[in-house]
């Protein structure tokens, strides 16, 4: 499914699913990937974010932001939201 991506997006998207199950999301959204972004990649969190210190704040925001749901198992693939891929390609 994610082939056609480098390393670096399948990285991404690794981090971005966890906080997507972690918030309880049905879909893998564009928030998730900022927030996947630094985990999979600090130099190119930096080049986007500004600053190291960014990083933080974005994933508060992102996790503040989100409805409490209740977690999604591991196992379960969640699918890229249509946005997502837009980011992603």
């Given amino acids: ?3 056609p991506y480098t390393e670096t997006a399948r ?3 690794f981090w971005s699913k966890c906080m997507a199950q972690q918030l309880g999301s049905p879909e893998i959204e ?3 990937l900022l927030v996947g972004l630094p985990r999979a990649d600090q ?3 930096v080049r986007f974010l500004g600053s190291p210190w ?3 704040q974005v994933c508060r925001a992102v ?3 989100e409805p409490i749901r209740d977690s999604i198992p ?3 693939n969640l699918p890229v939201s249509e946005m997502s891929e837009r980011v992603l390609e």
Avoid: K, N, Q, Y
């Fill in 1 to 3: 499914m994610f082939e």
């Fill in 11 to 13: 990285r991404v998207i």
């Fill in 30 to 32: 564009t928030e998730h």
């Fill in 43 to 45: 130099v190119l969190a």
């Fill in 54 to 56: 960014a990083v933080e």
């Fill in 63 to 65: 996790r503040d932001s």
């Fill in 74 to 76: 591991r196992p379960l």
